[in-house]
């Protein structure tokens, strides 16, 4: 029988004897390691469950943010509830058993508790007249008038046609106000259910949209998400990985260190009181990303260093010679992940730091699973061969044989077909439409186009103009230069119509005389008689809400309402924005807009600026930490070129294909940065380890393709099967992200074997004699030259 050989720490490659006795220590006490991580974890699973999103819209934004200054400010002076939008289609919606039908689905909608109140036609006024206090089905009952003649009525004011009626009489809307949101995340769910249910069985069948709803809804599926993505990547890993190794060891341990890191990083999570939000849902999938690879490094090591020695020196050897390079790889993605703190968006600024702690932590876990885990039982501790696995390892070898023979012409195909594909980067745009984000086929966007089709509307927003104290101003002047001021904005592009409460005082003249009763009439003509500033007067004393909702006196603030049609894009929303602005401003010179749609539009204005910030700062951490990790500034520039370049290339095809940035894919190149970096450090390591060893350049290349190499492809093919569970999301940018960085990390792992081998030429031009880099670990390593000097 063959006996593997033991080894002494002097006969591990010189590796520096600090390094040793770390790793021999760590052996020492591994089965402590291993419990106090279990014991670590147990106390974790409690205050990690506990971890929840930030539904806030307050939550996307850093503090002090100009827009979500004006947004908390019309809020506040002018306390509007969050409002959904409840629509449907009724050919007889204008006629006694219609308005009869509408009327029903109101009271039900206004009878949940989580509805604050519901603004429909069913309980408004006639514009003919307003005065009267009879619903619009008792005038048709009544006979006061015909279903055509209300219809014909109703579509010629300006408060009902487009607002709460569609230009043929038959869709109409209810404004929900929804109950403040206290934090009572199930109270706001189980509300939108009851509407939904409510809207499903009303005959005709009715839809629910509105903002409230947009962010329910996009939280329920990040919810969802962190439900059955973790549970499904893991499976697929666990599939994958028995593919690979096929021994049950090898199974457990990646899916060990990931779930250890998932715990304890959650757990500091709700401790820190961070929340999760809408760009954390990949959350899980990158600490698997970052927990795999390391054990795939770690078992194709080890299962190499077992062809000749047993399991405790062969596991030593390997965290002696991985131990650094792990080190590093995990400290580099981290700083990847910082780098996303610059954005000026707190979700995406948030996630960095989520991740950053994610990063850190894999080495924490590897570090007490990984001893214990491999050496733990008798039986089963070397990785089987990968099927194919053969055949991969000859590929690698022709594949470093072709970049040898014709390294120049391999270089000049990759630069122009960078430089052809980035060039889509200046063809990015933002996504800023909200139905990008789900699947054409989800009940929101379903919900969403009903309403733009029948109504011909898509948001609005408020405009807030400040005017001047009661005592102070002319009144009849201020209510002109508002109105004048809404006829200017009819005429910008994009813009659908507006609401003020110069409107409000017109419906009040409106009183159709003919048909009206003495009381009616003689109020109409007295109304008609006085000023606006004497209306407003009257209407502030018999419905004083109804003012309040437009005009705030004790801040001196008034409202106008603007309604947007549908405008699709980045630079068009930003343009329209700047327009109704600058006409306000000619008028009223603090004029600024407000609301949810303003919110939501320079939010992802920020999104493509803020891809190039980070990315940059990325670049630059890794860049100095490889330069410390190689000691060498011109390893850790080459170790840049073949991760950057695919991340280009990926982000210029997005361009190219129309493919918009997202809260997701924003983060691609900072993310993908630090996770594809990952490989370059590895196979440098193997690199330098084989040149100290006396090997020649070709040689050394050819090693460390034929180990690390393989322990790259290995860790892709799992890695890129746990990413292609996003895609089973029912929110399409964590759909988008999981595709984007998984190509992204193809992409690195060809520049790795491909372009990184020719730009160690560049620093290796003479291959026979050149000086050895120190090493990694710390322990300078002298020329060959002057080796061969000692021995002699």
Avoid at 6 to 35: M, W
Avoid at 378 to 397: K, M, Q
Avoid at 492 to 497: H, Q
Avoid at 770 to 777: G, H, I, K, L
Wanted: aromatic share 6%; glycine share 8%.
């Amino acid at each position: 029988m063959q006996h593997r050989r033991k080894v002494t720490s002097s006969t591990i490659d010189d590796a520096p004897a600090s390094l040793v006795r770390a790793v021999e220590f760590v052996l020492r006490y591994r089965l402590v390691l291993f419990v106090a991580s279990l014991v670590l974890a147990g106390l974790a699973i409690g205050p990690s469950r506990r971890l929840e999103f930030d539904r806030s819209l307050e939550g996307l934004f850093t503090e002090g943010d100009s827009r979500l200054v004006n947004y908390l400010e019309g809020k506040e002076i002018f306390g509007r509830s969050e409002t959904g939008v409840v629509a449907y289609t009724d050919p007889e919606l204008l006629t006694a058993a219609g308005l009869l039908r509408l009327e029903l689905l109101d009271s039900r909608l206004e009878a949940l508790a989580g509805v604050e109140s519901v603004l429909s036609l069913a309980h408004l006024r006639r514009p003919g007249a307003p005065l009267s206090a009879v619903s619009l089905r008792e005038h048709l009952e009544q006979r006061t008038i015909s279903p055509d003649e209300l219809t014909t009525e109703l579509l010629g004011c300006d408060l009902y046609r487009g607002r709460l009626l569609s230009k043929d009489g038959h869709t109409t809307v209810l404004l929900i106000g929804f109950a403040a949101n206290t934090g009572d995340v199930a109270a706001r769910d189980t509300t939108i259910a009851q509407i939904r249910a409510i809207c499903d069985a009303h005959q005709p069948p009715a839809v629910l949209a509105g903002g409230p709803v947009l962010v329910n809804d996009v939280y329920e599926h990040l919810e969802q998400d962190g439900r059955t993505l973790g549970i499904v990547s893991s499976i697929v890993l666990a599939l994958v990985i028995a593919v690979l190794f096929r021994n049950l060891r090898w199974i457990l341990l990646p899916l060990g260190v990931v779930q250890l890191t998932l715990v304890w990083t959650k757990a500091l999570l709700v401790v820190g009181g961070v929340r999760m939000s809408m760009v954390s849902s990949p959350l899980v999938a990158l600490v698997t990303v970052i927990g795999t690879a390391t054990v795939v490094h770690v078992a194709i090591r080890f299962r190499e260093e077992r062809s000749t020695f047993n399991a405790y020196d062969a596991l030593r050897r390997t965290l002696v010679h991985l131990g650094p390079a792990i080190f590093w790889t995990c400290l580099t993605t981290a700083i990847g992940f910082s780098s996303l703190l610059a954005s000026r968006v707190a979700p995406v600024g948030s996630f960095g730091g989520m991740m950053t702690m994610g990063a850190a932590l894999v080495f924490v876990a590897a570090l007490g699973l990984l001893p214990a885990g491999v050496l733990l039982g008798r039986f089963g501790t070397d990785p089987a061969r990968a099927p194919g696995e053969r055949y991969v390892a000859a590929l690698l070898n022709h594949l470093v044989a072709a970049v040898e023979r014709h390294p120049w012409r391999v270089a000049a195909v990759g630069l122009g077909f960078l430089a052809l594909t980035s060039a889509g980067i200046l063809r990015l745009e933002v996504a800023t439409d909200f139905d990008e984000n789900f699947r054409h086929s989800s009940p929101i966007v379903e919900s969403y186009h009903f309403i733009i089709d029948r109504m011909e509307m898509t948001e609005t927003v408020d405009l807030l103009v400040d005017v001047p104290p009661p005592e102070e101003q002319d009144l009849e002047g201020v209510l002109n230069d508002v109105r004048r001021l809404q006829q200017d904005l009819h005429e910008v592009p994009g813009v659908a119509g507006t609401l003020s409460v110069v409107n409000v005082l017109d419906f009040m003249t409106g009183t159709d005389k003919k048909n009206a009763s003495t009381p009616q009439w003689l109020s109409a003509m007295a109304l008609e008689t006085m000023t606006p500033a004497q209306r407003l007067q009257f209407l502030r004393l018999f419905q004083p809400e109804l003012v309040a909702g437009f005009w705030n006196q004790d801040r001196d603030v008034m409202r106008i309402i603007v309604q947007v049609g549908e405008v699709r894009g980045t630079k068009e929303k930003l343009q329209l924005v700047h327009a109704i602005e600058s006409r306000a401003r000619e008028r009223f010179p603090r004029a600024r807009l407000a609301g949810v749609a303003i919110l939501l539009t320079y939010l992802v204005k920020s999104l493509l600026a803020d891809q190039w910030i980070t990315f940059g700062l990325a670049v630059a951490a890794i860049v100095v930490t490889l330069m410390l990790a190689f000691r060498d500034w011109r390893l850790g520039l080459i170790a840049l070129i073949p991760n950057a370049a695919p991340i280009l290339i990926v982000v210029g095809v997005m361009g190219w294909a129309g493919l918009k940035v997202n809260v997701a894919t924003a983060m691609l190149a900072s993310v993908s940065m630090g996770l594809a970096v990952d490989f370059s450090i590895h196979y440098l390591y193997r690199f330098q380890h084989e040149r100290r060893a006396g090997k020649s350049f070709g040689e050394a290349i050819r090693d460390a393709h034929g180990s690390v190499g393989l322990a790259m492809v290995l860790a892709n093919i799992a890695l890129v099967a746990g990413f292609s569970t996003l895609v089973i999301s029912e929110f399409i940018p964590t759909v988008h992200f999981g595709l984007l960085v998984s190509v992204a990390m193809l992409g690195g792992l060809a520049g790795n074997l491909i372009a990184l081998p020719i730009l160690l030429r560049l620093i290796y031009s003479n291959t026979d004699d050149v000086q050895v880099v120190s090493s990694p670990a710390g322990n300078g390593v002298q020329d060959e030259g002057a080796e061969d000097a000692a021995e002699r």
